[in-house]
């Protein structure tokens, strides 16, 4: 089981940018995929969740501003980060979690957004 994270970057603040994590050797279907994020010093907190159906669950400091989407025919999972703010930079996470499977991490990928 693999889990590819892309799309971290340098970016201004009030800038965007969109991750994604393409999942490999896994039936996507089964799994309600999350994106957490860690900042140094700090442990990991969960931004956001989609679930296999589609329903979403999003952290305060990020409703509204970021959005997370799946598409199932791609085995990938999305993150639109809009209007980010300083504190936004951390390393940001995939993570699958499995109905009657495992759960699996990706590596991560590193946003920096800039004051």
């Known amino acids: 089981v693999q889990l590819q994270a892309c799309g971290g970057g340098l970016v201004q603040a009030g800038g965007s940018l969109r991750l994604s994590c393409t999942a490999f050797r896994i039936i996507f279907t089964r799994y309600t995929m999350s994106w957490y994020r860690q900042a140094p010093g700090k442990s990991r907190e969960l931004v956001a969740q989609i679930s296999s159906s589609g329903n979403t669950n999003y952290a305060g400091s990020v409703k509204g501003r970021f959005t997370i989407s799946r598409d199932n025919t791609k085995d990938t999972v999305y993150l639109q980060m809009n209007n980010l703010k300083a504190e936004d930079t951390s390393v940001y996470y995939c993570?699958?979690?499995?109905?009657?499977?495992?759960?699996?991490w990706g590596q991560g990928t590193l946003v920096t957004v800039s004051s």
């Open positions: 993570y699958a979690q499995g109905i009657g499977a495992g759960n699996y």
